[in-house]
């Protein structure tokens, strides 16, 4: 796959950078409903809505599309057709049309959830902590990966540079992902909190990459000092892509906090959340979900425990003080 080109914009107030794709555009895509005769075309565009436009001919059309958003920024872009393939087994499993939402930001988001424009969303574990506590969403599904509902924030630095600790950032370049991410953005501010650290000018500069796997190339390359960014995509990346992290170090790993769930508006009807959660946490019972969680990296999912993100409320709470 082509690497996306990228465009900086610096806003010279705060030192600080937004570095987008010019364009993200995938159009491969196996169907999985429950016949295979037709392919769907899905299209991707972080400014614009993508839809799967074809689905099994025994599909029914009486029910309005399944409004979805999923976070590309929460995933590599090479895995992300995998996102796509559950989105249309859900699609298959429900005979309903599926329309895909994407948005740059988490903010943007938040909006479409806050404004009943989705059914069901993909969102990080401090989105769903704040959203939850303000009566917007309801947990949905939890993702089970490696065993555990739980990930980690990793701190990155480029292995060229003498940073081993936190301390050793000081008057480096740093990459952020999103301000309203967990791993990318608000562990990093708590670490700086408790060790004291925190101010405008303890980094050189700052960007946002606003993608987990944007950061860890910008760390690789050298492009940046050193990131924050989740877990469970930094172990794809040693896995699958070596020579994308060859230049890294991880100089810290965090304690485990509780994983980026689904989530529907408050507001979406009973009966359709309980059949989402029913063919979420059955898609390990069959051949066709397993290979899709696989590919994943998730064992299964499960109803999930609000209480799971009470230490990100908590972290959350901090950091905005």
Do not use: W
């Amino acid at each position: 796959m082509k690497r996306p080109e990228y465009q900086y914009a610096s806003s010279r107030a705060h030192h600080r950078y937004v570095i987008t794709p010019v364009a993200l555009l995938l159009c491969f895509l196996a169907a999985c409903g429950e016949r295979v005769d037709k392919q769907p075309t899905v299209i991707v565009d972080f400014e614009q809505v993508g839809s799967v436009h074809e689905l099994p001919s025994d599909s029914s059309s009486a029910h309005p599309p399944l409004r979805v958003a999923l976070s590309a920024m929460l995933s590599p872009e090479e895995t992300f057709s995998h996102y796509l393939d559950l989105v249309t087994y859900i699609s298959g499993r429900m005979g309903r049309k599926v329309e895909i939402k994407q948005r740059r930001s988490y903010r943007e988001t938040n909006i479409l959830l806050e404004r009943e424009e989705v059914d069901v969303a993909f969102v990080c574990s401090i989105v769903y902590a704040d959203l939850s506590d303000r009566g917007v969403v309801d947990l949905l599904a939890v993702p089970v990966s490696q065993g555990r509902v739980h990930y980690r924030a990793f701190i990155l630095a480029n292995r060229s540079q003498d940073i081993h600790t936190v301390a050793d950032l000081k008057g480096r370049t740093f990459a952020y992902t999103d301000p309203l991410s967990f791993s990318g953005y608000a562990y990093m501010q708590y670490r700086l909190h408790t060790l004291s650290l925190a101010g405008d000018n303890f980094f050189s500069d700052v960007f946002f990459s606003h993608a987990h796997d944007h950061s860890i190339r910008l760390v690789n390359k050298g492009i940046v000092d050193a990131a924050t960014v989740h877990s469970l995509i930094y172990d794809s990346f040693s896995a699958y892509y070596p020579e994308a992290v060859k230049n890294i170090r991880v100089i810290e790993r965090s304690g485990y906090y509780g994983i980026p769930p689904f989530v529907t508006p408050v507001g979406t009807p009973d009966s359709t959340k309980a059949l989402l959660r029913e063919i979420f946490c059955s898609m390990h019972e069959n051949t066709r979900g397993q290979a899709i969680l696989s590919a994943l990296g998730i064992d299964r999912f499960i109803p999930g425990n609000d209480a799971e993100y009470d230490t990100v409320r908590e972290i959350n709470r901090t950091v905005r003080r």
